[in-house]
C-alpha cells in the first residue's frame, strides 16, 4: 500500500446512496485531491441498476491534521461520513448575535446530528446558519446567526453531523435537459409546460407555489398573465420588493409602468412620476390592502393578491423610492419573514429580480424545485451556481414566457 | 466678428430641411467642435410647425487646409453642402479592384452628385462604396471596391456631392418609442405588433420582406411559426447561413436540432451526428432543391422556401459543416448576390444572427426599415450602432417572438 | 396661423442657454408632439459662437387643459419656463410621510422657485422629491417622502418651478467620447486616464471621491489597488453592502473570496465557510473599527478605511449573511445616511454593484460626474439610463480597470 | 437478474481508464437511460489511488435494435466499447464529395479503428469528418465530406472504432479551478499567469501557439501587446478576418481604428472611411506583404507578422469590407488552409470573435489547450459547449488581458 509522502494523517470515511450518477463519488474524491489530501478506495459496490444503491468506503490523508480536518469537513458537505462517528459536540453561545467560534456551518441539504448516540434530523434547513440543539428533547434546527441567544447549544466542528445529499431526479422527461441553462438557444416550450404541470400538479395536491418577481413583471406587460394565475389559485406567496407592487399600482391607476403606457407603448415623459404619485396616493390611503378595501385599488397583481388570499412580501432596499407602506424596511425583519414562510413552499418560481431570488435561495432547502427565468444569463448563471439538482434557469423573455406559461395551463386545466 | 485664433481657413455650408428634430443641426455643431473647428451661425430659420423645414447657413473655420476639409467631409454626411458647389471631381481607376487615392466613400443616405451643372441622384445607395459616374450618361451609381473595372470614373473628393439624410418618422405610435433598444424591460407587445403592421402592409401593398435568420430560429422551435408565414405569402426572401438550412433539414429528417428533439426537449446524445448526416443526405441528393422534388425533404422552413418561391440565399462562412450544396461558399460571389436581392426589399427583419445581420445591414440603404431581433442585447447594440432612424432593436427571445408575430398576423388579417 | 385642429388649449414657454448643442430644443419640441400637442416657434435667437446662449420662444397648444398641463409639466423638466410666471402654489402636508396630492416631483437637474416674487434655489437636490418650502425665510429644499411631517409646506403643480439642466462639457478630451458606454470595443486606457485625473484634481482640490463597490471588487482581486487608493487620499467616502466587506475581511483573515484563494486561484470548498466565519469573527469582536483597534483585522479595504478616517457606509440587504455589525440593516436609516454623505461629494466611481449604484444615483445631483464601472453591460446601460451628460459607463473587467487606474494616477503624481 | 421489461436486446461494452474521476462512468449511465435504455454494472474495479486505472463492464438493454445501436453509438463517443469487437466496416464512396450513408462521424477525441484485427490511430483527429481508410496500407484518417472521392473507403457505423477520451489534468495549480468560465467574479491575474506560462514553455520547447482574434484587439488598444508577444516569439500563427487586419492597418496608416483616436479617444467623424481607405491602399499596392516590403506598412500586427515570419490567414466572411488582398473569399479553401495550419499547433489563445474561434474549435482536436478569452460571455460559453476538458473560458476585457499577459510573461522571461 503506497501513499503519498508524508500523508500521515488518515480518516475512513463512507459515501453511500446513488453517488455514482448524483456525482457523490467523482466530487469527493476531486475534492480530496483538490485540497492536496491523498485518497485510497478500500471497497466499492456499485448498484446494478439504477434503482440500487453504491457505497464506497474510502480512505483519506493528509499531511498535517489540520489539513485532514479541512478535507473532512468538504467532503462531509457531500455526504461522506467518517466511519467512526461519534456525538455532535455542543458548545453554549455565550454572546448574542454570534456563534461560538468553530461553529457547524449548514448546507442546504438534508443533515443529521447525533445526540447521545441517536441520528436526529435537522429542522428548518437553510444554509449558512448553526445548528442548534436541545438535547433534552433531541431536537436540532437550523439557525441564523442574527437570532442567537446566549447559553444556547450550537453545533461546534464536524463530528457527529452527516449531510444526506439529494439524488438527481431520473426521469428522462424531467428538467434535467436544462443542464447549461445559460444556453438561448434552447427550445423552451418544453421546459415552460414543465413549469406549469409543476403549478397544475402544486393545486392539485395542496403544494404552495412561490412567485419571487422583479418590476419587469410589469415593464414587459404580464400583470394580466400574472393576474389570471393569482385568481385561477396557481400561485400562493409572493415575494417582491417596493419597484413590483409600485409599478403594478401605477399602471392601475396610471395605465403606465415607469412612465410607458403598456397598451400602446407611448412614453408619456412626465409619467416618470407617476410611479411616485401611485406610492404617494398609496401612502395616504394607508397602505395597499386599505387602498383595496376603498375601492380605489381595482386592478393588478397587488389587487389580486388582496383579493384572493395571497400572501404577499414586500421586502426594502436601499433603491426604492417611498415606499409603500407595506414595504418591510428592516432587512433583517424581512428575511425573518420569508423565512417563516417559505416553510410549506413545494416549488419556487423566481422571476426577474436577482436581489430576491438570491435571497430567496439562500433560505430553500436543496430539494425544494426551483425555476429561474431572467432574460440575463447573469442572473440565472448565479442562481445555478448556488447549485442543487433542483434548480433550473430558463434564460428568456419575461412577458412571453407568462403568455406561454398561462397557455399550457389552460391546455393542462382541461 | 470674433474667431478662435488662427483658424483662418473658411468655408460656408448650408444645412436644410428638419434639421432641428432630425438632430441635424446640434451634429454638426458638434463635429465641428469635436474635430477643432468653429463655427458662427450666419442665418438660421426655423419651421414654425413641425412639418416645415428650416435653414441654416453656417461658417466653418478651421487652423489648417486639410482640417478644414477633413470638417466639411464629415459634416457633408449629415447634410452640411457647401454654399459655393462645384462639379464633383471625376478620377479615372488605374488598377482593377481598387478605386483612385482620395475617393469619396458613401454612406447609406439618399446621396446627389453635381455632374455639368446637375444634380444627379446615386442609383443602388450602399454604404463604403464608391460612385461610379458615367457623365455622358448623366448617371451616378453606387459600386463595391471590388468590382472596379480599370477605366471607370469614380468621384474624388466631397466637392459636388450632397447627402440627403432620411428625417425621423414623426409618427407617435411608430417605432419611436423603442429608442433605447438595449433595455430588455420595454413592453413587447406593441412592438411586435407594428412588426405584424408591417408584413401584412408589404403583403397588401407589394412590398418585399427580407427574412435574415440565424440557426436558433431551429433550436429554439420556431420553424413552424416561420413556414406558416412563408406559406401565407409574408416572406419573400429569406438570407441565412448553412447552419439554419442545416438543423431546419436535421429537423425534418430526424426531428432533431443539433439532437435536441424539439417536441420532448430530450437530448438524444448521438444526435450530434444529426446535423452531419442531413447535410451528407442533401448532398448526395444533389441539393435542397432536389430533395423537395424527389419527396425526401417534405417540411421546414427550407422545404416551404421551395414550395412557395420564396428566394433563399445561403452564404457560406468558415465554421461551416459540410455544408449544404445550395451554399455560396466564395463570400465575394455571396455578397454580390445578397446585392442583387435587397435592391427591391422593403422591409427587413434579422433575427439571431449577428454576421448576416451586419453583413445585409452594410448593404441596405438608410431608408429600408430594419427591426434586429436577438436574446443577446450585444446584436442588437452593434446594428442600432450603424444607425439610422430606420433601424429599430427588440432584445427578446426567438420562440415567443415568432409565436406572438403569428398571433398579431391572424389578428390583423382578419 | 395655422394650428392643429381643435388644439385651442395654449401656453407659451421660453427655453435658453445652450439649447441647440444640449439637444433641449429638439427634446422639447420632441415631447410637445409625442405627447399629442403641436407647437409653433415664434422667435428663435441661436447664439452665433458656442459659447454664446441661445433662446426660443414656443407656443404650445394641446386639445384639452389636463393635456396642456402635462405636457408643459414634461418640458418643464428640460429647462421650458411659461412666459407668464407666477408663484409656487404651496400645499401643507396633511398627512406625515406622503405629499399633498398633485405635488411637484423633482429632477436632480438644478431648480428654482419663485416664492413671493422671487427666483429662489433649491437646495439638497435630488429626483423623486417634494420641495419643501419656507416661504419666510424664503428657502426651499428637497425632501424624501418618508420625512415629511403635517404641517410641512409643498411645492403643488408646475407653476413658479423652472429647471435649469446642465450644459454639456465642451472640451474635446472630455467623457464625451464615451457616449455608446455599452461598446465594449472602445479604447478603455483613454477613460480610465481621465477617472485618475479626476482623482487627482480631486485630491489637490479638496474635492470629495465617492467609491461605491460590490463584492467583485474583492472576488477579481482588486483589495490591493483599492487599498493604495484609500492610503494614498484618494477616496474619501466609501459605500458598500455587507458582501464587500465581508470578503474583504473574509480574505483578510482566511486568504480566501468565497472561498477561493485569491493568490493562487485554487478553491478551498469548505472555504465557502470563511465568509460566515469572518462575518461571526468580527460580530464576536464587537465590530470592523474594533476588530482594526485590536489588531485583529490588520489588512484590506475595511482596514484602510479605519486606519485613513475614509468614512464607509454599510448598507443591508435581505440576500445579506450576518451582516456584520457596522451594516446598517434599516434600508430607509440606510438612505438617510447615504443622503448626509454625499452632500460634498464632487466625484462618484461605482464599481461592480448595481443595487448600490442606482441607490446612490438616485440621490446624486445632475452636475456630480459618476463614471460607471461594471464588466455587465446591463448594470451600466440602468445607469446611464437615469441619463445626464455627467454619467459616464465603461463595461470593463474590475480587477484590470483598478490596475490600470493605480498605474495612470502613478504617472500622474510625479 | 431483473432487467426492464421488454429491454431484450443487450450488448456488453466495457470502459477503462480514469473512469470515476473523468466523469465518464456517470455520463454513460445517463446517457443509457436518457435515451430509454437500461444498464446493469456486471463487473468494476476502481483505482485505489488517482493514477490508478479503473475498468467497469456493462450490459446495456433496450427495447428494440435500432435504440439499442443509437445507445452503443452515444456511448462509443465516450469510450465504451462493445466486449465483443470486430473489424470495422469499410463502404467505398459512391459520390465525390459525400460519405456514405451511415458514416461513422468523428469525434475530436483520440480514436482507434479496427482494420484486418489491429488497432489503428486515426491521423488528423478533427470533428465531424468521416474516417477514410487505406486498409492496404494500415492507415487511417479524419477526411472532410467536401474532400471526399469516389472509391475512397469510409467506415460506416461503430463497430471496430474505439474512442479514448482525454483524462481530465489533475494538477491543482490548473486551469481547472475555471469550472464555471462564465462568472465573471473570479480572480483572472492566476488564469492570466496561466497563460503567460503556457506561451513561455512554448516558446522554449518549440511548442506553437495560434493566435485567433477579432477587431477588437484593435479597438481596445491592443496592437501593442499583440505586437510585442510576436516580436519576441511567443505567437507562431495568427487566424484572422479581414476586420481585424484592416482596422491594424488603419491604425498604422491614420492613427484611429473604426475612426477612434486610440491615443487619445477621440472620434474622428470622417474616420469612418479611414478603414476602407486602408484597404484600398492596400489593395493598391498589391497586398500587405507588399506594402511592408515597399516602406508603406511600417507597424502594427500584421507588420510584425510579416517582418517575424509568423504565418497568417486572413479567412472571408460575408461582412468584409473591400477585402484586403490577402484575405482568403472561399470559405472551404480558407478550411482547408486552416486545417492545414492547425497539425502541429500547441496552444490556442482566441481572443474576441465568436466566428473565427469557433471554426478554429471545430478543427482542433481535444488534446490542444485552447483559452479563450472575450468580454461577452456567450462566445465563451459557446466555445466550451464544445466541451473538453482542455477548455478554458475567461470573461474578461481585451486590452487589460493583453497588458497583464505581456506583464506576466516579462516577469516568467527573468
Known amino acids: 500500500m503506497t501513499t503519498s509522502a508524508g500523508h500521515d494523517h488518515i480518516e475512513r470515511v463512507e459515501l453511500s446512496g446513488h453517488i455514482i450518477d448524483s456525482l457523490l463519488l467523482p466530487k469527493v474524491l476531486d475534492f480530496i485531491t483538490a485540497a492536496g489530501g491523498s485518497f485510497r478506495i478500500e471497497k466499492i459496490s456499485i448498484g446494478h441498476d439504477r434503482s440500487d444503491a453504491s457505497y464506497a468506503l474510502i480512505e483519506v490523508r493528509a499531511a498535517s491534521k489540520e489539513r485532514l480536518e479541512q478535507i473532512l469537513a468538504d467532503i462531509a458537505d457531500h455526504g461522506a461520513t467518517p466511519v467512526h462517528t461519534q456525538d455532535a459536540r455542543l458548545v453554549a453561545a455565550d454572546i448574542a448575535g454570534a456563534f461560538p467560534e468553530g461553529f457547524y456551518s449548514t448546507t442546504n441539504q438534508r443533515t443529521e446530528v447525533r445526540i447521545g448516540g441517536r441520528w436526529i434530523e435537522v429542522a428548518d434547513q437553510e444554509m449558512d446558519c448553526g445548528i442548534l440543539v436541545d438535547a433534552a428533547a433531541q431536537t436540532a434546527r437550523c439557525q441564523a446567526m442574527t437570532d442567537v441567544m446566549v447559553g444556547e447549544h450550537y453545533i461546534v466542528g464536524h463530528a457527529g453531523v452527516r449531510v444526506l445529499p439529494e439524488a438527481r431526479e431520473m426521469q428522462p422527461q424531467g428538467f434535467e435537459f436544462m443542464?447549461?441553462?445559460?444556453?438561448?438557444?434552447?427550445?423552451?416550450?418544453?421546459?415552460?409546460?414543465?413549469?406549469?404541470?409543476?403549478?397544475?400538479?402544486?393545486?392539485?395536491?395542496?403544494?404552495?407555489?412561490?412567485?419571487?418577481?422583479?418590476?419587469?413583471?410589469?415593464?414587459?406587460?404580464?400583470?394580466?398573465?400574472?393576474?389570471?394565475?393569482?385568481?385561477?389559485?396557481?400561485?400562493?406567496?409572493?415575494?417582491?420588493?417596493?419597484?413590483?407592487?409600485?409599478?403594478?399600482?401605477?399602471?392601475?391607476?396610471?395605465?403606465?409602468?415607469?412612465?410607458?403606457?403598456?397598451?400602446?407603448?407611448?412614453?408619456?415623459?412626465?409619467?416618470?412620476?407617476?410611479?411616485?404619485?401611485?406610492i404617494n396616493r398609496i401612502r395616504r390611503l394607508g397602505g395597499i390592502r386599505r387602498a383595496v378595501e376603498t375601492n380605489e385599488l381595482r386592478a393588478g397583481i397587488m389587487y389580486e393578491c388582496v383579493k384572493n388570499n395571497v400572501d404577499f412580501l414586500l421586502a426594502g432596499s436601499i433603491r426604492d423610492d417611498g415606499p409603500l407602506p407595506e414595504v418591510i424596511a428592516d432587512t433583517l425583519v424581512a428575511q425573518a419573514e420569508m423565512r417563516k414562510r417559505i416553510r410549506d413552499v413545494t416549488f419556487c418560481l423566481m422571476v426577474a429580480t436577482t436581489l430576491h431570488s438570491i435571497a430567496v435561495g439562500n433560505l430553500l432547502p436543496a430539494w425544494v424545485k426551483v425555476v429561474c427565468v431572467d432574460i440575463n444569463p447573469s442572473t440565472v448563471i448565479k442562481l445555478a451556481d448556488r447549485g442543487s439538482f433542483q434548480t433550473v434557469g430558463l434564460v428568456t423573455d419575461v412577458e412571453p414566457f407568462f403568455r406561454a406559461l398561462v397557455g399550457e395551463v389552460d391546455r393542462l386545466e382541461i
Open 179 to 278: 443542464n447549461s441553462p445559460v444556453s438561448t438557444e434552447k427550445p423552451k416550450g418544453v421546459a415552460i409546460r414543465q413549469v406549469a404541470t409543476e403549478l397544475v400538479r402544486a393545486k392539485r395536491e395542496g403544494g404552495k407555489v412561490l412567485l419571487v418577481g422583479g418590476p419587469a413583471i410589469v415593464h414587459t406587460g404580464s400583470i394580466d398573465h400574472v393576474s389570471s394565475l393569482i385568481r385561477r389559485g396557481y400561485i400562493h406567496r409572493l415575494f417582491a420588493g417596493n419597484a413590483l407592487a409600485t409599478h403594478d399600482i401605477e399602471h392601475a391607476l396610471f395605465g403606465t409602468s415607469l412612465g410607458v403606457r403598456l397598451d400602446s407603448g407611448d412614453i408619456l415623459e412626465a409619467g416618470h412620476e407617476h410611479h411616485l404619485r401611485a
